[in-house]
């Protein structure tokens, strides 16, 4: 994608990163992430191929419906495909709720583009989606994960299980309310 494509489809950016809408095009920059087991531990499996495709026309279709989803994260200095982030409706026991999360490839972990996305997608849904509070759902043993969501000021408020392929997984909910309209 070219610069002026890039700029069209731009939805926000950070201070070393640029965040656009995923496409179709985008497989072949999402597989080796997606496909990695050290980075999806979290689902306990890296995506197939097929899965892959879904994961994809799931967040285009969360785009047409919602507005957002996960977008594509792409290094502004080299302009790098390094992984996905962004808002998500989560429906926890029946009630929706606006979360953040975000997938970074391993490369380019230990570089601080984690909590960069994640503050990026709070900041977003703070100010974009008008949102009084943001979450983030975390498995309890991703402590990376549970560093971010702690050094952004969420707080754990309650866990809960998400069945995920047949396999109930716990998860800890972080929350962050906002604390004025033009602050956070």
Not at 73 to 91: C, M, R, W, Y
Not at 104 to 118: H, L, P, V
Not at 137 to 146: A, D, F, G, V
Request: charged share 25%; aromatic share 14%; proline share 3%.
């Amino acid at each position: 994608m070219g610069l002026r494509g890039l700029l069209m489809n731009l939805v926000t950016e950070s201070d070393r990163l640029v965040y656009r809408k995923i496409n179709k095009n985008d497989f072949i920059n999402l597989k080796p992430i997606l496909n990695n087991i050290e980075v999806m531990y979290a689902w306990e499996h890296a995506f197939t191929d097929e899965e892959i495709y879904e994961w994809i026309n799931k967040n285009i279709v969360r785009y047409e419906n919602e507005g957002f989803s996960y977008f594509a994260v792409l290094e502004k200095s080299t302009n790098q495909f390094i992984g996905a982030a962004g808002p998500l409706t989560e429906d926890i026991n029946g009630i929706k709720y606006i979360g953040i999360a975000y997938i970074i490839d391993k490369k380019y972990w230990g570089k601080g583009y984690g909590s960069e996305s994640a503050k990026t997608s709070m900041d977003y849904v703070f100010k974009n989606l008008n949102s009084e509070t943001v979450i983030a759902t975390i498995r309890p043993n991703n402590w990376p994960s549970r560093r971010i969501a702690e050094k952004l000021n969420m707080k754990v408020q309650f866990e809960y299980i998400k069945s995920y392929n047949n396999i109930d997984m716990p998860h800890l909910v972080y929350c962050r309310k906002r604390i004025n309209k033009n602050l956070w």
